[in-house]
């Protein structure tokens, strides 16, 4: 007998095989169980086995409901022309939402936060699989569109009528050091309708500094509209966690420390440097060098140029080799950050020690914790939290400790000067992580035209 025999053979084989309805039901039985009762673990999806059964085998449906509604959209060109559109048009919403909410979804990367290991214009696969995919909070929503209408600048795409508590399929792993995480900005809760994009506790807080406390609250609700937005429709963030559940960390000099031992170094991470030149430095050498022309604040004084930009020890060292550069000097960041509070006067560059809670772990409520972690025990784990004549309550009753119900994970940018991170608005909590950043599929210079903007040395490349 011949090859193609023999092929011929076992093509016409496996077609006998799919043939058989028994088969067919088989196998999509099995699938459906996998993936919808034992993966969901929900119980009652196991009712939907009749929906598979009467697909497969007895075909009630079809031909009692969907034969009679072909027949009457094939009754002219322009019905059966519409029909075929919509058909194909819901079947690839609905495969592309399947992958979206189990597997993996795309994301470009909008800001130098994570340079140079992300730059701007990076197009990157994020899987869902890795930490394990999270049903959504909010069912009613448009497919595949985040938190605003296509079109729109403040219309939601979603309906918070119905919400879902949290809950996680399993994944093939848990957050790790060093994993590049894609999460919902948690911070993102509270949104100021007319600019999304700046934080609301930012605005709030300068508001309070203007008008006190009471009165900067009342002002800002009256000047702007302020809407909440539930945990799964909060802005797509992307950092690097550098702590997870359980650790304690320290930042001394812009040097990061994470129980008691120096972090790894990230061969692309950033910092903001003060350059000294004695000539201008052309946009050539710029290029050449990789320094990103959005991150340069440029100042002349008599024959001395002054340049403030994000740098890698890569790039100093060929910045040092130019003649005209008289001195590359790290810039120390002095900004007020998290917890906001006159017991911690950290900032960016000196920041902690500070402790990353666990699922289990307790906690005194001193004042000092308090402001470390009331935010958790309020907004992420849903309490009530009062102070009365120093004594704390939760939920109306006297509390001298708290055990936390969830992981927490400290996120920070590579380009530690230029990254609105965790060391501004504190946990991210185990819910609002989306997923793991894989590699790069496509790269584009949001600064350049086509076809010099795209970046082949970048694409289906490994994020590390």
Sequence with gaps: ????????????????????????????????????????????????????????????????????VRAFFRKNSLLSSIYDWCSAIIFAVVVAALIHIFFFQMYVIPSPSMEKTLVEGDYIYVSKLAYGPQMPNTPISMPLVHNIMPFSTSAKSFSDIWQRPYHRLKGFGTVERG??????????????????????YDVLRDFERQYGKGEGRRRLHADYTIISRPVDKRDNYIKRCVAIAGDSLLIEGGVLHVNNLPYERIPEQQFNYNIESSTPLSQLTLEQIGINPATIYFEQHGDKFYYITPLTEQMIAELKRLPQITDVARSRKQDTVFPYNEHFAWTEDDFGPLWVPERGATIALTAENVALYGRIIELYEGNTLSEHDGSYYINGEKAESYTFRMNYYWMMGDNRHNSLDSRYWGFVPEDHIVGKAEFIWLSLDPYKSFPSNIRWSRMFTKIR
């Design 179 to 200: 994993d590049v995480v894609v999460f919902n900005f948690p911070a993102g809760d509270t949104v100021i309708v007319e600019d999304t994009k700046v934080c609301y």
């Design 1 to 68: 007998m011949t090859a193609e025999k023999q092929n011929s053979g076992a093509w016409a084989s496996v077609k006998r095989f799919w043939g058989n309805k028994w088969a067919k039901f088989a196998i999509y039985g099995i699938i459906y169980l996998l993936w919808f009762v034992l993966w969901m673990q929900n119980w009652w999806m196991i009712l939907g086995l009749v929906l598979v059964y009467d697909a497969c085998v007895t075909k009630y449906f079809s031909r009692y409901v969907w034969d009679h």
